[in-house]
């Protein structure tokens, strides 16, 4: 079956990116509620992208262009997440590999993304597509 990647720019394609990211952020309980979220974050940069194949979104990223006095012109990846069904098929890869393409074209001179500690299989694949660990990210909740 063919593969289509392309960004999600009208609201029914982002609905259709909702099943999938759920998976990575279940505290979207509702559509509607995520729907708005990026809408209100698309007016500041962040951008959707999906990965379908026939009828299906079996990846979704979630990415955004940034500049910073330490990077320059960077590509930053909010969210990553392939399908639970739908893994180990290239799937994640070949959006992961769009990802770094777009940011190329767009003049970016670093692609970075955070991983929770806890997502192992995340870290391998990262690692696998020859992304190092830069940093640590420290945080703290208001």
Not at 21 to 50: I, S
Not at 55 to 63: D, K, S
Request: aromatic share 14%.
């Amino acid at each position: 079956m063919q593969m289509l990647i392309a960004e999600a720019e009208t609201r029914e394609q982002i609905a259709s990116c909702y099943p999938v990211m759920r998976q990575l952020r279940p505290h979207f309980e509702e559509e509607e509620t995520f729907l708005t979220q990026v809408e209100r974050q698309r007016r500041g940069g962040y951008r959707m992208a999906f990965l379908r194949e026939g009828n299906a979104v079996r990846a979704v990223a979630g990415y955004r262009f940034s500049e910073s006095l330490h990077g320059g012109c960077f590509c930053y990846v909010d969210d990553l997440v392939t399908d639970q069904f739908s893994r180990s098929f290239g799937f994640g890869g070949a959006l992961f590999d769009w990802l770094v393409e777009n940011a190329r074209a767009a003049g970016c001179g670093r692609f970075e993304l955070d991983s929770g500690v806890q997502r192992f299989a995340a870290h391998r694949f990262y690692l696998t597509k020859r992304m190092i660990i830069s940093s640590h990210h420290f945080s703290l909740e208001l």
